[in-house]
């Protein structure tokens, strides 16, 4: 019986402080909102859904590396083949997810695990955010995985 509730404290102790979104490091965001925003806008984008709405949240520059290929973000979704190979589907969901963020708060890291309904495919993705001349998060970076 000690056993069984040390396991549970531990098991605990363990989802508790490792929460993507928690904790003490002054370098991590705590404000749901802007988590529920930029991943939102990201799952949008793999869902397919169209783009054309989220154009403001995509810096003129953004580039994303996918299939060891480099290439503007724009291009990529703009060339219904390569869009095909990078959209990952309707059904898509975010699994794991962590957002860091320096002091200055005009930058933001995304590590998002997106997945499919079955858990059969899993993708990472590595996103780099700032905010842009128009005072929105906007995509820089972009690696799929």
């Known amino acids: ?22 904790g003490g490091d002054s370098k991590k965001i705590n404000e749901p909102e802007l988590v529920e925003q930029l991943v939102s806008m990201v ?10 709405a989220f154009r403001e949240n995509i810096s003129p520059e953004a580039y994303v590396i996918n299939n060891n290929s480099y290439e503007s973000i724009f291009e990529l979704l703009g060339n219904p083949s390569k869009k095909d190979m990078f959209i990952e589907g309707k059904k898509t969901s975010a699994g794991f997810f962590h957002l860091w963020m320096p002091d ?7 590590v998002l695990e997106t997945k499919t309904l079955d858990n059969v495919k899993h993708s990472w993705h590595s996103i780099l955010f700032k905010v842009g001349d128009n005072q929105k998060w906007q995509i820089l970076s972009w690696h799929k995985s």
Do not use: C, H, W
């Open 1 to 22: 019986m000690k056993r069984i509730v040390l396991i549970l404290v531990v098991l605990f102790s363990s989802i508790a402080f490792s929460s993507p979104i928690s």
């Open 43 to 52: 799952t949008s984008i793999l869902q397919g859904k169209d783009y054309t």
């Open 104 to 110: 200055n708060q005009k930058e933001a890291y995304l």
